[in-house]
């Protein structure tokens, strides 16, 4: 047996071990009996696996109207919103009521309860992505990209960006970048570049008064010649191959987007270490399961991929909520269309390391993400949205 393949088996008897913890937990400090609160995420979980697996089979080769009118017909069950999230919560409250459990006792066995259907029920999703997804190879699809990268007061870190897509592994790309009305000298070293790309490539400086990321990306947009656009945040870092193993998905005609793995760049202390530990989850667990069922949430910024026609259909980028990544990628799932997600495609960035700067970042991503909930409240209340 391969060095390759012990490794897969590890990481499945961990993920088993953390998918069972909390069963292991109610058996040693609760009734055995009140696993059946489990029972109905489980289920929900096998019923997602064995629809995605006959989706794909009755679809293979079909295209992206009637990709659609079958998922809507999979995934139009609520049992799996009521499974997920529902029929636990109320079991785990008429237990804790009829049994006459104390305060503390309730809180931490409520607590379990949400720790598995908020955490633990994306692990076998996630695993059953990784290990049992066959995915296709596609080694000769590389159509022409743009790329866009937005930027505003950038100075101090754009060369590295522009050097990254420079030194990326993708014959056909043209590069456009927005200085987005800098005081900096951002426009002047972007300019620097310009005779940089050759050999198929192409690379553009534009300037325009500054109206924030969103009308950058829009204004780039106008002048993109390629079908497939790529948006990179300008204080990012790509690998190698992040372009050609994110551009791969567009093989597939449902694909309409594609997020990136977004990765730490500057190391420096215990709280860039935690946030890298969150990004680290938050893309291999949650990623993972979205984007088995085609419904990544966000398109990060940072390296996200998409098909221009969708953008522009969809209305564009918008400037009313702080999270003009979160909102194009609901307005994008809102017509079924299927966005995937690349760990192998990834993008470094800085992160605050310090508190009053991570207290503006997650200020900015909460109050950006409550503003796109309530645009799009009528994700809760219409039936037509399925699983998203």
């Known amino acids: 047996m391969k060095n390759k393949d012990y490794g897969k088996i590890i990481v499945l008897l961990l993920s088993v071990i953390i998918f069972i913890f909390p069963f292991l937990l109610f058996v040693i400090f609760f009734r055995a009996s009140y696993m059946i609160i489990f029972a109905f995420p489980a289920t929900s979980i096998v019923y997602l696996i064995l629809s995605n697996s006959k989706e794909k089979k009755k679809n293979k080769n079909k295209n992206n109207n009637v990709y659609t009118k079958k998922r809507k017909k999979e995934f139009g069950i609520p049992f799996v919103i009521l499974g997920f999230v529902v029929f636990p919560i109320i079991f785990s409250i008429i237990i804790s009521f009829v049994d006459r459990l104390d305060f503390y006792t309730i809180v931490v066995f409520l607590s379990l309860v949400t720790l598995f259907i908020t955490t633990g029920f994306y692990i076998p999703l996630s695993i059953y992505e990784r290990y049992f997804i066959k995915k296709e190879k596609v080694l000769d699809f590389l159509p022409p990209v743009t790329i866009i990268i937005p930027a505003y007061n950038e100075e101090t870190g754009i060369s590295k960006t522009i050097d990254s897509i420079f030194e990326a592994d993708y014959p056909t790309k043209e590069v456009i970048v927005v200085d987005d009305g800098s005081t900096d000298k951002t426009y002047s070293i972007a300019s620097t570049y310009k005779n940089k790309f050759k050999n198929g490539s192409s690379y553009y400086v534009i300037h325009k008064l500054n109206g924030g990321k969103a009308s950058a990306i ?108 979160y909102d194009l990628t609901l307005k994008i799932l809102k017509t079924n269309g299927k966005i995937g997600y690349e760990n192998s495609s990834i993008s470094y960035t800085d992160i605050p390391n310090n508190l009053k700067d991570l207290y503006r970042q997650r200020k900015r991503w909460y109050t950006g993400n409550f503003q796109t909930i309530i645009k799009h409240i009528n994700i809760f209340t219409n039936p037509a949205y399925n699983l998203l």
Do not use: Q
Request: glycine share 8%; charged share 20%.
């Open 218 to 325: 829009n204004y780039a947009l106008r002048f993109s010649k390629s079908e497939i656009v790529i948006i990179i945040d300008a204080d990012s870092i790509i690998n190698k191959f992040a372009i050609k193993n994110i551009v791969k998905h567009f093989y597939d005609e449902n694909v309409v987007a594609v997020g990136g793995y977004i990765g730490v760049y500057n190391f420096s202390n215990i709280l860039t270490n935690c946030t890298a530990l969150e990004l680290t989850n938050a893309w291999n667990l949650l990623g993972r399961a979205f984007s088995l069922l085609g419904i990544v949430m966000i398109v990060p910024g940072a390296l996200g991929a998409f098909r221009k026609k969708t953008i522009i259909e969809r209305g564009l980028y918008e400037k009313d909520t702080l999270t003009e990544d």
